[in-house]
């Protein structure tokens, strides 16, 4: 019954459910408005494939739990949610500092 707790609780998240990390807006103040929206761009790109790869562990980490108690996607590497995390953190800074310079 441990085990499977243990098995359970190490899945892979849904990307619905992982908070964005901390990115200051700082760090993206010295760009341009052009610059700032192919940046927004290329991240929000990198944050629909990751969430692809994230709810693609997610369903393999269920089926393997549900047939051999491991949860396979997370323990072969397939669990992106740190990745995830700071993506999701950079579209919302870059999105703050599009919002702060006034940028259309």
Do not use: H, W
């Amino acid at each position: 019954m441990l085990a499977s707790a243990l098995a359970i609780g190490s899945c892979a998240k849904r990307p619905d459910a992982i908070v964005p990390v901390d990115i200051p807006m700082a760090a993206y103040s010295n760009q341009s408005c052009e610059g700032l929206a192919q940046e927004l761009l290329k991240e929000q790109n990198d944050l629909a494939s990751l969430s692809k790869q994230q709810n693609q562990a997610a369903t393999g980490d269920a089926v393997g739990v549900f047939l051999i108690g491991v949860p396979m996607s997370s323990t072969f590497g397939g669990d992106k949610e740190g990745q995830l995390a700071v993506s999701k953190g950079k579209v919302n800074a870059i999105e703050s500092s599009i919002k702060s310079k006034g940028c259309k």
